[in-house]
């Protein structure tokens, strides 16, 4: 068959050519048609004139030969049919070259066999083991061929697996057989690798290799061989593949992957092929190495061994290691760079072996170390090369590892041979005899290796002091073999050498901490005590003198510069060690040569003691000069070494204490004083001279010194001196009293060293001493005072004085600790006690805190003084807190119980607890006394009732005093049992004036506290009831009264809030104890005839328990009849009230019967119980029979018994009257008009003044119309004219303040709002009432707005005032006026909600008034100034201006004190019952803004411009209305969330349905009116914020809760017309702006409606002849904080300036002057409208608007005065090729 032609393309035979050229190397030149130089298509013919080239001859380029391929093991022994499938196709993969394939190739072959034939897998079959043992049985031939190969790999994780699955493989006995069988008569590769892999640079690797190769090495040989071992048989093989591996490293690697490595340099090998191409990413030099290292391992391990011995036999072998140990390449393997100097003329192409390998280099060495010291005596002509390459490699190693592992080799190769440096420096010079020998001792001080060593120590040993510089003597000592310095220029090299790495702080860069610096000291210090001793031995004769010179020289100055280091800190390291060091050198010395150890000694105390002098004291108190005397005194072994050290340490003592006594010294004196008595007094004891300096020192006093030392320095010197005197205890002790005795005078400055001292004795360094008498008296006085006055810091110092009082204080002293203690403690108790707002100073907890301490070491000194500070402890324990919650208590319950004890210390101060309970001018709170007396007693209420609170019988003693004064007669308003007079009961007893409540109410106040807290304890003692129900009348009848009038048992200045809590917490109690009442069979008649008297109490058992409700009744009714008072006649309503409910006819009968019969001779308890029984509403026959007696009785009284008797029965008559919300009627219809007239006529009658009818009676008149108007509203008569003219006379000229006459004020207003109610369904009396309604009501404005209305606070005359509010609203509409507004303003800050709420419904319908009036007096009045003038505020002008005091009352407001956290829970009663302060505030702050937006509503933009313009100059929404209303919206506050909103509907509001837990949903409102009324304003404030995080709060607040509504708002009136159901039942028409825009011309569309924010959007066109012209205004999604965006549309006739300026003015009329859209809009078309009025269409066109341009007619003809479009004449002209008018045919120009 013919040879075919390849299919490869000519690229690929191209490829495959240049490989092939590459990979043979050879030199054959390629023969083959080469393209021209000219190649490409210019050179290929086409160009012009030129010829076409010869035409290539194609040959055929044979493909790349491909390297042999190593047969697959398992086809070598034929095992494919044999192995099973699995485990064959595991060998299959180990073939592959993909890292992989082989790595997954182990993995199963150790998870699925090797693990398979272990004994310990527990999971495996006895089957499956056997199983898997004979398949690897048979696959093991094939594994022995792969081992080297695996072994040698790259990858370190398959050489871990091949490692691995080799020693499993052991553990089979069978496997373990036939690997010895094979090891034995392996091939030289097999073992090799497996040798090589003992040391495998990974540690997993070598060490599982070492344990598998020791494991079958040391194995016997087979019986009938030769003895011996495996590995002795395979020695020659191992050295021979351990040599070639160290020469030849890629050669040995190719023989385990032939075609794997290829040329790693040269000029025909590029990148590419230098790489391995098989393996992981590891390149030829870092594979050289990995082999190298293991091989040198193994060279290590046979001659350790005894394999090789290096005997100069004739074993090839052998010669082969002797060989490559003669070879400076092979030595290389020391050497770190590329150039080493003992190799001489090296191949461009050799690689030092050790370059870029530090691992190399620290095998190398270990191989050194071995040949050292084992075949010392073999190594012959190797030794040159040796050391040249051992001291040339050694002094420039980089590597820190490798330096650290070459010492040991250098040092065992220097002790082996001495000659070393001589056999290094004589390297390479040719020489044929020893003559030279000397020259080239002297020559080793210039060597290359000694200057490379010189350099070492100047950087610092290269980087590795702390090894080297202890090696430096032995090293030295080889350099020659006499002495090794003996000329000064050699010595000095070599110490400059050493110094120099101090000097360039090459020392302490290169390696931290203080070890490399005392390795440098002991090298310098042992190197000159070696050098000096061989120079003081002679060589030859007797030793010169100037090797004694320089001998001695070298020493002195050497140490000498070494304790100058240390002095000057160039040389840091710990004083002890330091000392060690130095004394052992200077042990030596005096050992060796006493003289020389003196003259260093001698330099060493020079520059000792010159750092005594001036301002090196500094330098001596910096070095620890103790730890280096205390280091030398216990090194030095030669006495006199000690000798020189005491002596000088005794003169160092002498010369500081003689610095320190004069004039001028350095407190640095001191320091070194202290430091010599404290830290060396054992070292100065024995020395003479130190016992007179110290005497002399004492004898001075610390007068002479207390201006030169400070006191922290003055105590660190008497403790020093006490402490050297601490084994003559006399005079320690006689020196301490001196010491108090100077130390006592405060103003000295001594509290520091006092502190000091203390601080010395917390430490025990002052013990042994004893305290003196009173010397610390006036010093303990003074830290008193002084921390009492809160100036003072020292008390500490007095705490630390008390606890080492044995030491400082004496009793005496302690006790005036103690008193003084008390008195401050009780002066602390008294101010919180009596002074309002009284700041306890927070050094009170000292004084609490020295009180324990003085328990702690000297109780009977407290003890005894327990009646004078129990109180006051009580009181920072438990009551303070009370009064301030944040505070804690500076009184801890362990310090309370030690100090005060337990019910015996109670008794002790038993009588002032009892003293504060009763005293008034106490200001706490009785709850808070009875709270804490509750929490001391462990809720022992029962104690607290019967030991602590007054008996029973002081009480009813107090109570009948304060019965004794009769209620104001202005309480007559809300009571019937109070008459109109003025009347004590007792003229003689004054009624209490003091501020705080009096001792009862402080004592009733106790009860209440004590039994709402013990409920079983108030149902056992009723007698309570009686003050309970005594309290709780006295504080109704507070709160009711104004405070102007107020002299009752709670004081003057006792405030609402307080009586408040004290009446809802009797009522509670109350309640619970008349709860007994509700049983059905209470015995109301039995209790009737007791009362009465008919039945005797022994003959009932009801009063069996004294302790009963029923004992309590009976017991209260006897002692009113007996004390016949007002107060006890309404203890004794309240008391039935209750008991009375659901009570029958019959019981009711019974207690008016009561009444009755007690007519006489108790007339205020017979009013009383016959009210309590009227209250129940059971009408009786006998009930009606009495208010007839009553009503009889009064009709034809003359008028002369009006005032007494009249005034009586009308009293009576009042009491009897049915509650007004009752179905129950007076008197009869005929009996009630008789009773009117017989009244009437007694006022009509004019007599003397002493018979005229007082007010008295018409006060009650009123009361009784109240009664009986029901009855007459539907007769006709005089009797409604003579009512309604009461009303008048009552009201004109009325006054809240009148006391006189308030209770007919508020009787008459009542009147009028009932007449208001009947009038509404009854016609005849409603025509009555309409012709004096208006003049009523506007008596009853006067009333609001006079001044009197103002700033009340009686509870009664907030009541009534909020009902002539109610009055006016009825006709507020016909009587308000313009000028009201400023009137009515003051309503809106009264500290009453009703007030409030029922104020603004009049302020927002005056406003409304006051605001149609200014844009009347705008509109109509533009120019001149207005006539007339609403109010003070009223415009002037054509200027509309805000009311000054709606202005005065929002700017008086300012920042509200918010408190956020308030609102957001639902308020107790109680919470929001005190309307007079925060909730007020805030109340009182936005209905004011309300009322000013309700002014701006309806107005025109020129009275809105106005308004604004007073709001932006008062700067009321940047000072006022913004800040607000973030913080109570939370609005930009950190660590806060907004307010939400979505369950509100922020843009409506209902005042009257107003509660305090809806503020904030106010505020929300406000803030949406807000930006509705005055949005510029808004707008501006939000553009000025420079609070980032505010600005962005609010913005999206805004366009969450508020933007979405106003747009809808804006967007409604453009919408289609709606009319509601409410319009259309009043008639009203439909009303919508866009009924306004649109016409013929215009429309208006609306989009975005309920959209998304950002599509709001309002468009308008209006056309013009058939042209639509177009604009559009878009709302943006902050609106209105972010200005409207106006969208220009289509031009239509108008210039282009007059548009963008019809544009601008919308923008700017809702951006800039808070106009609406639709306002915007109207503007925008009036301008359009006028522009176009009056326009006519062009002549040519007869269009109005020119279809080219949409221009108007503009070019007028001066002849015609027709008007003609520029676009129109154009073409006219160019037509007709003229300038003539169309029309006039005149010239147009």
Same mark, same amino acid.
């Given at each position: 068959m013919g040879k075919q032609k390849s299919s490869a393309t000519s690229a690929t035979r191209k490829k495959h050519a240049r490989k092939a050229a590459a990979s043979n190397a050879t030199d054959e030149v390629d023969n083959s048609p080469q393209p021209s130089a000219k190649g490409g298509k210019g050179a290929s013919g086409k160009g012009k004139g030129k010829k076409k080239g010869e035409p290539r001859i194609k040959m055929y380029i044979p493909p790349v030969k491909p390297p042999a391929l190593q047969r697959d093991p398992v086809e070598v022994y034929g095992l494919a049919s044999q192995l099973p499938p699995d485990l064959l196709v595991i060998f299959r993969k180990l073939t592959k070259k993909d890292i992989v394939t082989r790595t997954r190739a182990l993995e199963e072959l150790q998870s699925k066999w090797i693990d398979s034939c272990s004994p310990e897998n527990k999971s495996i079959s006895a089957d499956d083991r056997d199983t898997a043992v004979a398949g690897l049985e048979v696959a093991l031939p094939a594994w022995n061929l792969h081992f080297p190969a695996l072994m040698f790999h790259p990858s370190r994780r398959i050489r871990l697996l091949t490692a691995q699955i080799q020693a499993a493989c052991l553990q089979v006995q069978s496997l373990h057989d036939q690997i010895l069988d094979y090891l034995s008569n392996a091939p030289e590769l097999y073992c090799g690798a497996w040798k090589l892999s003992c040391f495998d640079i990974d540690r997993q690797v070598s060490q599982l290799s070492q344990q598998t190769w020791s494991q079958v090495s040391l194995a016997p040989l087979p019986e009938g061989e030769e003895e011996g071992t495996i590995e002795s048989r395979v020695g020659p093989y191992l050295v021979s593949f351990t040599v070639d591996s160290v020469m030849a490293p890629e050669s040995v690697y190719g023989q385990f992957y032939p075609g794997a490595v290829t040329k790693t340099s040269g000029p025909n090998v590029s990148a590419d092929q230098s790489r391995i191409v098989e393996g992981e990413d590891e390149s030829p030099n870092d594979r050289a190495g990995r082999i190298r290292l293991a091989a040198l391992g193994s060279l290590r391990s046979l001659i350790a061994s005894g394999l090789v011995k290096l005997s100069h036999g004739d074993e090839s072998e052998e010669q082969r290691v002797e060989s490559i140990l003669n070879d400076p390449q092979f030595w290389t393997i020391l050497y770190s760079g590329d150039h080493p100097p003992f190799v001489s003329s090296p191949s461009p192409e050799f690689t030092p072996y050790g370059m870029d390998q530090p691992g190399v280099r620290r095998a190398?060495?270990?191989?050194?170390?071995?040949?050292?010291?084992?075949?010392?005596?073999?190594?012959?002509?190797?030794?040159?090369?040796?050391?040249?390459?051992?001291?040339?490699?050694?002094?420039?190693? !980089?590597?820190?590892?490798?330096?650290?592992?070459?010492?040991?080799?250098?040092?065992?190769?220097?002790?082996?041979?001495?000659?070393?440096?001589?056999?290094?420096?004589?390297?390479?010079?040719?020489?044929?005899?020893?003559?030279?020998?000397?020259e080239i001792d002297h020559t080793v001080y210039s060597s290359p290796a000694y200057i490379e060593f010189l350099q070492f120590l100047r950087m610092a040993c290269g980087g590795s002091p702390t090894h080297f510089y202890p090696s430096i003597i032995i090293i030295l000592s080889k350099l020659s073999?006499?002495? !090794?310095?003996?000329?000064?220029?050699?010595?000095?090299?070599?110490?400059?050498?050493?110094?120099?790495?101090?000097?360039?702080?090459?020392?302490?860069?290169?390696?931290?901490?203080?070890?490399?610096?005392?390795?440098?000291?002991?090298? &310098?210090?042992?190197?000159? #005590?070696?050098?000096?001793?061989?120079?003081?031995?002679?060589?030859?004769?007797? /030793?010169?003198?100037?090797?004694?010179?320089?001998?001695?020289k070298l020493v002195v100055d050497q140490i000498g510069? &070494?304790?100058?280091?240390?002095?000057?800190?160039?040389?840091?390291? !710990?004083?002890?060690?330091?000392?060690?060091?130095?004394?052992?050198?200077?042990?030596?010395?005096?050992?060796?040569?006493?003289?020389? %150890?003196?003259?260093?000694?001698?330099?060493?105390?020079?520059?000792?003691?010159?750092?005594?002098?001036?301002?090196?004291?500094?330098?001596?108190?910096?070095?620890?000069?103790?730890?280096?005397?205390?280091?030398?005194?216990?090194?030095?072994?030669?006495?006199?070494?000690?000798?020189?050290? @005491?002596?000088?340490?005794?003169?160092?003592?002498?010369?500081?204490?003689?610095?320190?006594?004069?004039?001028?010294?350095?407190?640095?004196?001191? *320091?070194?004083?202290?430091?010599?008595?404290?830290?060396?007094?054992?070292?100065?004891?024995?020395?003479?001279?130190?016992?007179?300096?110290?005497?002399?020192?004492?004898?001075?006093?610390?007068?002479?010194?207390?201006?030169?030392?400070?006191?922290?320095?003055?105590?660190?010197? =008497?403790?020093? =001196?006490? %402490?050297?005197?601490?084994?003559?205890?006399?005079? +320690?002790? +006689?020196?301490?009293?001196?010491?108090?005795?100077?130390?006592?005078?405060?103003?000295?400055?001594?509290?520091?060293?006092?502190?000091?001292?203390?601080?010395?004795?917390?430490?025990?360094?002052?013990?042994?001493?004893?305290?003196?008498?009173?010397?610390?008296?006036?010093?303990?006085?003074?830290?008193?005072s002084d921390t009492k006055e809160g100036s003072g810091d020292d008390d500490q110092l007095l705490l630390d004085l008390i606890r080492h009082h044995d030491i400082f204080l004496s009793e005496k002293e302690l006790d005036v600790c103690a008193n003084f203690v008390c008195s401050w403690l009780e002066e602390v108790s008294a101010g919180v006690l009596r002074q309002p707002g009284y700041s306890v100073p927070s050094s009170v907890s000292f004084a609490v805190q020295v009180l324990r301490l003085l328990h702690d070491v000297r109780p009977e000194t407290v003890v005894s003084r327990r009646v004078a500070f129990a109180g006051p402890l009580f009181v920072l324990k438990y009551i303070l807190p009370r009064i301030f919650s944040e505070t804690d208590s500076f009184v801890g319950n362990s310090v309370y119980s030690t100090l005060i004890g337990g019910g015996e210390g109670f008794q002790v101060w038993l009588p002032e607890l009892q003293g504060w309970l009763l005293d008034p001018q106490v200001e706490v709170d009785i709850d808070i006394l009875v709270d804490a007396l509750l929490e001391a007693s462990h809720q022992d209420s029962e104690w607290l009732l019967h030991k602590v609170i007054p008996s029973k019988t002081v009480l009813d003693a107090l109570f009948m005093e304060e019965v004794l004064i009769g209620p104001s007669p202005i309480l007559a308003t809300m009571d019937a049992l109070v008459t109109e007079k003025d009347e004590g009961e007792s003229p003689s007893k004054e009624a209490y004036d003091g501020k705080q409540p009096s001792s009862y109410a402080r004592m009733v106040w106790a009860l209440s506290s004590l039994m709402a807290v013990d409920r079983h304890l108030a149902r056992s003692s009723y007698w309570v009831l009686k003050h309970l129900l005594l309290i709780q009348q006295l504080a109704e009848d507070r709160l009711a009264l104004p405070m102007d009038s107020i002299h009752d048992t709670f004081g003057s200045e006792t405030s609402r809030t307080t009586i408040r809590f004290i009446l809802n917490q009797s009522r509670k109690t109350i309640s619970y104890l008349l709860s007994a009442s509700s049983e059905d069979d209470f015995p109301h008649s039995q209790l009737v005839e007791i009362i009465s008297g008919k039945k005797p109490p022994r003959e009932t058992n009801i009063l069996s328990d004294s302790e009963s409700l029923q004992a309590f009744t009976v017991d209260v009714c006897h002692l009113a009849q007996k004390k016949d008072y007002v107060r006890m006649a309404r203890l004794v309503r309240t008391l039935l009230v209750p008991l009375l409910r659901g009570a029958s006819? /019959?019981?009711?009968?019974?207690?008016?019967?009561?009444?009755?019969?007690?007519?006489?001779?108790?007339?205020?308890?017979?009013?009383?119980? &016959?009210?309590?029984?009227v209250s129940t509403g059971v009408e009786t026959p006998l009930l009606a029979r009495m208010r007839n007696e009553a009503a009889s009785d009064l009709i034809g009284l003359p008028v002369s018994r009006a005032n007494t008797e009249g005034s009586n029965h009308l009293h009576t008559l009042l009491v009897l009257a049915p509650p007004l919300d009752s179905d129950s009627v007076l008197l009869p219809t005929q009996r009630s008009i008789n009773l009117v007239q017989t009244v009437e006529k007694w006022i009509n009658t004019e007599s003397d003044d002493d018979e005229e009818v007082g007010p008295v009676i018409e006060s009650q008149m009123m009361a009784l119309f109240l009664h009986i108007a029901p009855v007459l509203q539907s007769l006709s008569g005089r009797h409604w004219e003579f009512a309604f003219d009461l009303i008048e006379n009552t009201l004109e000229g009325a006054s809240f303040k009148d006391t006189e006459m308030f209770v007919q004020l508020a009787r008459t207003l009542e009147l009028v709002a009932n007449v208001q109610t009947l009038v509404a369904t009854n016609k005849q009396l409603r025509a009555s009432w309409a012709t004096r309604q208006q003049t009523i009501s506007r008596l009853v404005r006067d009333l609001v707005v006079s001044s009197s209305a103002h700033k009340l606070d009686g509870g009664l005359e907030l009541v009534y005032r909020t009902k002539a509010l109610n009055i006016l609203h009825e006709s507020a509409e016909a009587i308000l006026e313009p000028g009201d507004f400023s009137k009515f303003v003051y309503l809106l800050h009264e500290p009453h909600l009703e007030t409030q709420q029922e104020g603004y419904g009049l302020v927002r319908t005056a406003a409304l008034k006051y605001t149609e009036h200014v844009v009347m007096e705008v509109g109509l009045n533009s120019t001149a100034p207005s006539s007339a003038s609403v109010s003070a505020s009223a415009p002037e002008g054509a200027e509309a201006r805000l009311p000054t005091e709606l202005i005065q009352l929002l700017d008086a407001y300012g920042i509200l004190d918010l408190d956020d956290e308030g609102w957001e829970e639902e308020d107790t009663e109680e919470d929001v019952g005190d309307w007079s302060g925060l909730h007020q #505030?805030?109340?009182?702050?936005?209905?004011?803004?309300?009322?000013? %937006?309700?002014?701006?509503?309806?107005?025109?933009?020129?009275?809105?411009?106005?308004?604004?313009?007073?709001?932006r100059n008062g700067e009321l929404v940047s000072r006022h209305l913004m800040p607000n209303l973030c913080r109570m919206l939370r609005l930009g506050q950190p660590g806060k969330k907004p307010v939400r909103m979505d369950l509100y509907e922020v843009d409506s509001f209902y005042v009257q349905l107003f509660e305090p837990t809806s503020m904030t949903v106010l505020?929300?409102?406000?803030?949406?009116?807000?930006?509705?009324?005055?949005?510029?304003?808004?707008?501006?404030?939000?553009? *000025?914020?420079?609070?980032?995080?505010?600005?962005?709060? =609010?913005?999206?607040?805004?366009?969450?809760?508020?933007?979405?509504?106003?747009?809808?708002?804006?967007?409604?009136?453009?919408?289609?017309?709606?009319?509601?159901?409410?319009?259309?039942?009043?008639?009203?028409?439909? /009303?919508?702006?866009?009924?306004?825009?649109?016409?013929?011309?215009?429309?208006?569309?609306?989009?975005?409606?309920?959209?998304?924010?950002?599509?709001?959007?309002?468009?308008?066109?209006?056309?013009?002849?058939?042209?639509?012209?177009?604009?559009?205004?878009?709302?943006?999604?902050?609106?209105?904080?972010?200005?409207?965006?106006?969208?220009?549309? #289509?031009?239509?006739?108008?210039?282009?300036?007059?548009?963008?300026?019809?544009?601008?003015? /919308?923008?700017?009329?809702?951006?800039?002057?808070?106009? @609406?859209?639709?306002?915007?809009?109207?503007?925008?078309? +009036?301008?359009?409208?006028? @522009?176009?009025?009056?326009?006519?269409?062009?002549?040519?066109?007869?269009?109005?608007?020119?279809?080219?341009?949409?221009?108007?007619?503009?070019? !007028?003809?001066?002849?015609? +005065?027709?008007?003609?479009?520029?676009?129109?004449?154009?073409?006219?002209?160019?037509?007709s090729s003229s300038s003539s008018c169309p029309l006039c045919r005149s010239d147009i120009f």
């Open positions: 190398g060495w270990g191989l050194v170390q071995v040949l050292a010291k084992h075949h010392h005596d073999h190594l012959g002509s190797a030794l040159p090369v040796m050391s040249a390459a051992i001291l040339r490699s050694i002094w420039v190693e !980089p590597d820190a590892g490798t330096r650290h592992s070459a010492l040991d080799g250098l040092l065992s190769f220097l002790a082996g041979f001495p000659q070393a440096w001589k056999l290094a420096t004589a390297f390479g010079v040719e020489s044929e005899s020893d003559e030279l020998e000397d073999t006499d002495s !090794p310095y003996r000329t000064q220029p050699t010595i000095d090299e070599l110490f400059d050498a050493l110094w120099a790495a101090v000097d360039s702080q090459a020392l302490t860069i290169v390696e931290r901490g203080s070890a490399p610096v005392l390795a440098f000291i002991s090298a &310098v210090l042992e190197n000159a #005590r070696f050098i000096s001793t061989k120079l003081r031995q002679p060589s030859s004769g007797e /030793v010169d003198d100037p090797a004694l010179e320089l001998s001695s510069q &070494v304790w100058n280091y240390y002095m000057s800190h160039k040389l840091v390291a !710990p004083a002890s060690e330091f000392g060690t060091i130095l004394c052992k050198t200077l042990d030596r010395l005096a050992g060796n040569d006493i003289e020389l %150890f003196k003259l260093v000694w001698t330099r060493i105390e020079d520059a000792t003691i010159l750092l005594l002098e001036g301002e090196n004291i500094i330098v001596a108190t910096k070095v620890a000069f103790t730890d280096i005397w205390k280091a030398m005194d216990a090194e030095a072994k030669q006495s006199e070494v000690k000798e020189q050290l @005491h002596a000088m340490l005794g003169q160092m003592l002498h010369i500081s204490l003689q610095r320190l006594e004069s004039a001028s010294s350095s407190p640095l004196y001191l *320091e070194h004083v202290i430091l010599m008595l404290t830290d060396m007094r054992h070292l100065l004891v024995g020395f003479q001279g130190n016992q007179e300096s110290l005497q002399s020192l004492l004898e001075t006093g610390f007068i002479r010194l207390d201006g030169k030392l400070d006191p922290g320095h003055l105590s660190r010197l =008497i403790e020093a =001196i006490l %402490f050297y005197f601490q084994d003559d205890q006399i005079s +320690k002790q +006689k020196y301490w009293h001196g010491v108090l005795t100077v130390l006592a005078d405060p103003s000295s400055g001594h509290k520091s060293t006092l502190g000091a001292l203390l601080d010395a004795s917390k430490r025990g360094r002052l013990s042994g001493l004893s305290s003196a008498t009173v010397e610390l008296h006036t010093l303990v006085l003074s830290i008193l006819g /019959v019981d009711v009968d019974a207690w008016l019967t009561l009444g009755r019969t007690a007519k006489r001779s108790a007339p205020n308890f017979a009013r009383g119980v &016959v009210a309590a029984a #505030r805030q109340f009182g702050f936005f209905l004011g803004w309300m009322a000013l %937006f309700d002014i701006m509503e309806n107005t025109s933009l020129r009275v809105r411009a106005g308004y604004v313009e007073d709001i505020g929300a409102h406000v803030y949406y009116r807000a930006l509705r009324a005055i949005p510029s304003l808004v707008r501006v404030w939000w553009t *000025e914020c420079k609070d980032r995080q505010l600005s962005n709060a =609010i913005a999206t607040y805004t366009a969450s809760y508020f933007s979405p509504v106003l747009v809808s708002a804006e967007l409604a009136s453009l919408r289609p017309p709606f009319q509601s159901e409410q319009q259309a039942t009043a008639g009203q028409p439909q /009303v919508s702006g866009r009924e306004l825009l649109e016409d013929e011309a215009t429309s208006v569309r609306v989009s975005g409606v309920g959209g998304q924010a950002g599509s709001w959007e309002v468009s308008m066109s209006y056309v013009i002849d058939e042209q639509k012209m177009e604009m559009g205004v878009k709302l943006p999604s902050e609106y209105p904080l972010r200005n409207v965006e106006v969208k220009d549309g #289509r031009r239509v006739g108008v210039p282009e300036t007059k548009w963008r300026g019809w544009l601008f003015a /919308v923008q700017q009329l809702v951006g800039t002057q808070n106009g @609406h859209v639709v306002d915007a809009l109207g503007m925008f078309k +009036k301008n359009v409208s006028l @522009h176009f009025e009056g326009q006519v269409e062009c002549a040519i066109c007869y269009s109005i608007i020119s279809l080219t341009d949409l221009q108007l007619p503009t070019k !007028p003809c001066k002849t015609c +005065k027709n008007r003609f479009h520029a676009s129109c004449l154009y073409k006219w002209f160019k037509s």
